[in-house]
């Protein structure tokens, strides 16, 4: 059996050197082996237990396989592609270490369910990394909010001035998005929870195995109900990917509105240098790559998605070989999210508000428009639709004699509204308006602060 396939004594010609290429995937799920190590030893400790093997075989088998993955961690273990998969690799380098003991692992399981089992344990564990790294950037939108509570922006809709609002709203939109990209993560934590080991190839096996125990041995709620479902299941592997992609699509957005607030023609932020790079011909400049390459990544997240969602399309129930390129997907899409995490945490970070222009753009554009109507119909008893016509005319006004709001003196703003007083200028003062924004989730100081408070505890 040195160096032959396991199937091998049925098969008359050597495999196709082209199948042998496409059709092992060890480059890729070698990053299986700790959780394929861990599975088969909770699987033979069961074999064990209920007397399916001797407990003689079982423990050599069990200190074989650790021996296995003392070499991998070394890297002294040698891959081979002939043998497919990580499977085939350690139960193969298993017969070299143990000698004919080996055989008995594999009773009463097959590779499909193995397979699913690694992949979920994977997931697992990745799902975990990445929330602790989307904590990380959380932390890091109310360290800088903290420190911004103040400072008013210019709120846009449509890259238009629309309202006053505090740049620490604006980064706390983000934790909001994070928060919920966080329980995405959880949710499919949740929905995975249950062990598909011990449904063999399709259809369960005659030996009297112990799922429960192997389901809880190897950290999950529960055995999974449908052995044929169980093979065939990838929705967890395509609820990470979506995970990642909003995730990773929230973080584009981020990067994007930094790119333009920190373009010549914005001026609201800057980044420090270490975030910046310069060019190779225009001694002047300095760009935000590091926020380009955030805004791009999802592309690569979203594109691992699709793939995977058209590889299980169509796909008749329990397993196909089609299904072996899930990991390269998702091993993939993690490696990129964690990028892109990690980065922007550092780009949170480095973010300087340029307080005096924001302050200046939150002036430009008749932001405090609004502000003027919603004074009219508390004060006045007008109806808003009202009140709106009678702001649209002072900005009107305003446009054509090249004024911001807050340079009116009360005699032009009486032109459109004869009963007022001086309590009215108040109203187009931007900090002012930002203020005044205190009805649940507004931008006020008062809310923003209080906010921040509650986000603390949370987290
Ligand atoms: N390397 C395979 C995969 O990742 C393992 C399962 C193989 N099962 C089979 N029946 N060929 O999908």
């Known amino acids: 059996m040195k160096n032959k396939t396991i199937w091998s004594n049925r098969f008359k010609n050597k495999t196709s050197q082209s199948f042998q290429k496409i059709g092992a995937s060890i480059h890729i799920d070698k990053r299986l082996y700790e959780h394929d190590i861990a599975a088969s030893i909770v699987h033979t400790q069961m074999l064990m237990k209920q007397k399916i093997i001797q407990s003689e075989v079982g423990n050599k088998i069990i ?23 990580i499977h085939l690799n350690i139960e193969k380098a298993l017969f070299e270490i143990i000698g004919p003991s080996a055989g008995f692992l594999h009773t009463a399981r097959s590779r ?4 699913v089992t690694d992949f979920k344990l994977w997931i697992k564990n990745a799902s975990n990394e990445i929330i602790k790294d989307i904590l990380v950037v959380m932390k890091k939108l109310i360290k800088k909010a903290e420190k911004n509570t103040d400072t008013v922006m210019p709120g846009l809709t449509h890259l238009k001035n629309a309202q006053p ?13 994070l928060k919920r990209d966080k329980k995405r993560f959880e949710n499919n934590l949740e929905l995975l929870d249950e062990c598909p080991l011990g449904s063999a190839a399709l259809s369960g096996t005659s030996y009297k195995i112990d799922r429960t125990y192997t389901a809880k041995k190897l950290g999950f709620k529960k055995p999974t109900d449908n052995s044929m479902d169980s093979v065939g299941d990838r929705d967890f592997a395509i609820d990470f990917l979506y995970a990642s992609a909003v995730c990773a699509m929230h973080l584009s957005r981020l990067a994007e509105d930094f790119i333009i607030y920190n373009s010549d023609a914005f001026n609201l932020i800057s980044f420090n240098d270490s975030m910046l790079t310069g060019s190779s011909i225009m001694p002047q400049k300095k760009n935000p790559d590091p926020a380009e390459l955030i805004r791009g990544k999802v592309g690569i997240n979203y594109g691992k998605l699709n ?22 997907l998702v091993f993939g899409s993690y490696d990129t999210l964690k990028d892109t995490l990690n980065m922007s945490a550092e780009l949170i970070n480095s973010v300087n508000a340029n307080k005096t222009n924001m302050l200046y753009m939150a002036n430009q554009g008749y932001t405090t428009a609004t502000d003027f109507a919603d004074y009219l119909v508390e004060n006045k008893n007008l109806s808003f639709r009202e009140s709106y016509v009678i702001s649209t005319k002072l900005v009107n006004y305003a446009e054509k004699s090249k004024k911001l709001l807050s340079e009116l003196d009360l005699e032009e703003i009486k032109k459109f509204y004869k009963d007022l007083d001086k309590s009215v200028l108040k109203v187009f003062d931007v900090k002012n308006s930002m203020n005044a924004k205190k009805s649940h989730g507004g931008t006020s100081v008062i809310n ?12």
Do not use: W
């Open 63 to 85: 200190n074989g396989l650790k021996k296995i993955k003392a070499q991998i961690d070394k890297g002294s273990f040698e891959f081979k592609e002939k043998y497919e998969d």
């Open 112 to 115: 499909n369910d193995q397979v």
């Open 165 to 177: 609002i505090s740049f620490a709203h604006y980064l706390l939109s983000y934790y909001e998005m």
């Open 307 to 328: 793939a995977m969602l058209t590889i299980m399309k169509g796909l008749p129930t329990t397993y196909f070989k089609d299904m072996q390129d899930d990991k390269e």
């Open 448 to 459: 923003v602060k209080s906010m921040i408070k509650k986000y603390k505890r949370e987290i």
